[in-house]
C-alpha cells in the first residue's frame, strides 16, 4: 500500500501540487432486519477505493475511483490536479492550512468480540426471540428489530510525511413495538435502547450482548400498549428531566451542529443552514448555566466519534466547547483553523481540533462532529427526581425540528412520566417541549452524575452536497431544565 500512496503523492508533486493527499479504504457493512417473525432484510455489502486531494495555486483538487491499480491512481490524481488548476481561477483567497501533519501510526478499534466471527444464525436468533418478546403483550401489531455492524479499514499519506492505518468496527441493533388501537384510531411506538430502535457503538459483537434485546423486549411491548390508554401530555410552562437520549439528540442539534467552523463561514449554508454561534461569541457568549460544560472528545472508548486521527492525518483529540456556560470552542479543520484565527487572534489554537471526515473513498473530507458530549455533574437520578416538586419525565425522542441556526427547536418524546411531589407518578403520551437554545441550556440546574452517563451512537447524521452521513456519538446523563414549555403554546 505504500507503493500505491507514494505513486499518488510523488506524481501531484511533479505536476505542481504544493500539498496532496490519499485515502484507500476498505468498508464492510452488514445489515439484519426482523418483522413480526420473520426475516425482512439480509445485507453484507463490500466497498473499496481511494480518494486524492490536493492544492495546486492556493485551490483544492479531489478525485477518486474504485480501481486500485497503478494506471488509475495516475490518472486519478492528475484529473485531482486538473480540478484544483481549475478551481484557482476563481479563487476568493489561497488555502492556509497551517502547521504541517506528519504523524505516522496505527489505531485499531478494542473488539473482544469480532462480529464478523458470529454467525448469520446466531444473530437470526437473537433477534426472532426479541422479536417474540415484543409481540407477547396483546395489542403489538408490529414489532421489528435490527443489528448492523460496519468495518473500515482505512490507509492516509501526504505529501508532510504522515503515513497512518487504522480499522474501525462498529456493532448496533435496537427493536421497537408499534401498538395499535383501532377503535380509537391510536397508534403509540417504543424503542430500545435509542431513538429509531437502534444504538450503535465502536464494540464488537460484546455491545450488543449488552443490550439483552430479548430480556428488554416484554417492557418494551408492554409500555407500547400503555401507552394507548395514557393521559395526553398536558400543556404549559414547567419543569422538564430529559433522560440520557433524548439529551443525546439534544446537543447533537442544539450544540453539535451550530460548532461545525463551515456552517460558521457559510460553506455549508444550502443544506443544513449556518449557526447562531459566530465568531464574535467566541470566548465570551453564555450559552448555557455554570453548570454546563461541554466536550468534544474523540478519544473516548466506544463513541462512533472515536477514531486515532481525522481525514486529514490530525491526532483524536479532546477540544473544550462549552465551559462553565461559557462558549470556547469549535468543531475545525486545517484551513477552518487558521481562518478562525485570523479573525480571533491567538485566542484560537494554532492546530486543527481534528473534526475533518469523509463519508466513504469518494467524498471529500468535511466538518463533523466526533463525540460531542454533555459532561456529567453531581447528582444521582433518584435524588434528582425527589428532588423535583412539579414537573415531567421525558425519554427517546419521537420526533424533532430545529432551524438554520440552530436556534429554534421543538422535540417530542415516545414515553414520559408526571412528577408530583418528588415521585415519577402517571405515565403520559404525545410529549413535546420546544425552546430556544441558549435560554434552555442557561434554565440546566441539574445534571446526573457518571454513574448515570454514557455514550450513544448516532449513525445517520446528514451534512454535505452531495450528500454524506457521519457517526456521531454524544455522552450524556439525564439533566434537569426550568421553564420549559411543553405541548401547545397557549
Known sequence: MRTFTDRALNLAKVQGASYADIRVLVRRTQQINVKNGVVEGLSDNESQGFGVRVVVDGAWGFASSA??????????????VQIAKASALYKVHDINLGPAVTHVGQYRTPAEIDPWEVSFEQKLDLLLKADEGLRATPGVMVAG?????????????????????Q??????????????????????????????????????????????????????????????????????????????????????????HPIELDRVFGTEASYAG??????EKYGSFRYGSDIVNMTADATIPGGLGTFGWDDEGVPAQ?????????????LTSRETAQQLRQIVGDRAPETSGGAMRADGWNRIPIIRMTN?????????????????????????????????????????????????????????KNA????????????????CNENHWRVWGTPNCG???PPQSAHTGHGTAPARFRNVQVGMIK
Open 67 to 80: 480501481i486500485l491499480t497503478p494506471a488509475e491512481v495516475d490518472r486519478i490524481t492528475a484529473l485531482a
Open 432 to 447: 413535546t417541549y420546544t425552546g430556544i437554545t441558549p435560554q434552555f441550556w442557561a434554565n440546566c440546574d441539574a445534571i
Open 318 to 330: 479532546r477540544v473544550p466547547i462549552v465551559r462553565d456556560g461559557i462558549f470556547c470552542g469549535y
Open 274 to 279: 449556518t449557526s447562531f454561534l459566530t465568531p
Open 372 to 428: 460531542v458530549n454533555l459532561e456529567p455533574g453531581e447528582w444521582e437520578f433518584d435524588d434528582l427526581i425527589a428532588d423535583t416538586e412539579d414537573g415531567i419525565y421525558m425519554e427517546l425522542n419521537k420526533s424533532w425540528s430545529i432551524d438554520d441556526k440552530r436556534l429554534n427547536f421543538q422535540f417530542g418524546t415516545e414515553i414520559a412520566y408526571e412528577i408530583k411531589n418528588g415521585q415519577m407518578g402517571r405515565m403520559l
Open 145 to 165: 428489530g435490527s443489528l448492523s455492524f460496519w468495518r473500515e479499514e482505512k490507509t492516509f499519506a501526504n505529501t508532510e510525511g504522515a503515513y497512518l492505518e
Open 167 to 256: 480499522e474501525i468496527v462498529e456493532s448496533g441493533g435496537g427493536i421497537s413495538a408499534t401498538a395499535v388501537d383501532p377503535e380509537k384510531g391510536e397508534v403509540q411506538k417504543r424503542s430500545y435502547p435509542n431513538a429509531f430502535a437502534r444504538d450503535q457503538r465502536q464494540e464488537g459483537w460484546e455491545a450488543i450482548l449488552s443490550m439483552d434485546l430479548p430480556g428488554n423486549a416484554p417492557r418494551i411491548g408492554e409500555e407500547a400498549v400503555a401507552l394507548l390508554s395514557a393521559d395526553q401530555c398536558p400543556s404549559g410552562v414547567t419543569t422538564i428531566i430529559l433522560d440520557a437520549t433524548q439529551l443525546a439528540l439534544q446537543v447533537h442539534e442544539s450544540c453539535g
Open 463 to 465: 451534512k454535505g452536497q
